[in-house]
């Protein structure tokens, strides 16, 4: 079992710059491909990005490829997503999640999810 906890959300300007985090508890972290996904308003979830537990490797997805940064820190347990150059269009729930597996796009691939962290661009 694997607990995560998302935190640093919050209302940013467009252009503007966030980190958000994900404390992760439980079972073996380094173990486990760490993704991120949001939720806008009246949308479905989409995958932000993900690293593999592994060689370090990491997906973006188009939208925020060259603006956002997947990292984590195995020692602490947790995963770190850097947010710049903010759009709009950013405005979400965003939300962490764990996979045994070695990493996807698919949120049904995850196994442990956190309870989201509301993130505001305002124009």
């Known amino acids: 079992q694997v607990q995560l906890v998302e935190s640093g959300g919050g209302l940013v300007q467009a252009g503007g710059s966030l980190r958000i985090s994900c404390a992760a508890s439980?079972?073996?972290?380094?173990?486990?491909?760490m993704g991120w996904f949001r939720q806008p308003p009246g949308k479905e979830r989409e995958f932000v990005a993900y690293?593999?537990?592994?060689?370090?490797?990491?997906y973006y997805a188009d939208s925020v490829r060259g603006r956002f940064t997947i990292s984590r820190d195995n020692a602490k347990n947790t995963v770190y997503l850097q947010m710049n150059a903010l759009k709009p269009e950013d405005t979400a729930v965003y939300y962490c999640?764990?996979?045994?597996?070695?990493?996807?796009?698919?949120?049904?691939?995850?196994?442990?999810w956190g309870q989201g962290t509301q993130v505001t661009v305002s124009s």
């Open positions: 439980g079972r073996t972290f380094s173990s486990h491909t």
């Open positions: 690293s593999r537990w592994s060689g370090g490797r990491t």
């Open positions: 999640a764990a996979d045994e597996g070695s990493g996807s796009r698919r949120s049904s691939d995850y196994e442990y």
